[in-house]
C-alpha cells in the first residue's frame, strides 16, 4: 500500500516539475512527502 502512495507522490511531483508554472512551491512538497513515507516503511520494515 505505502509503495503505491510513494509511487503517486513520485509521479505527481514529476508531473509538476513539468507543469512548475501552474503548481508552484507544491511540487516540493509531494517530494519531501515521499521521502517521509518512504524512510517511515523502511524503519517500520525493520522492527518486524
Given at each position: 500500500m505505502f509503495e503505491f502512495v510513494v509511487i503517486g507522490l513520485l509521479a505527481l511531483w514529476a508531473l509538476g516539475l513539468l507543469t512548475s508554472f501552474y503548481m508552484g512551491g507544491l511540487i516540493h512538497i509531494l517530494l519531501f512527502l515521499s521521502i517521509a513515507l518512504?524512510?517511515?516503511?523502511?524503519?517500520?520494515?525493520?522492527?518486524?
Open positions: 518512504v524512510m517511515f516503511r523502511s524503519r517500520l520494515g525493520r522492527r518486524e
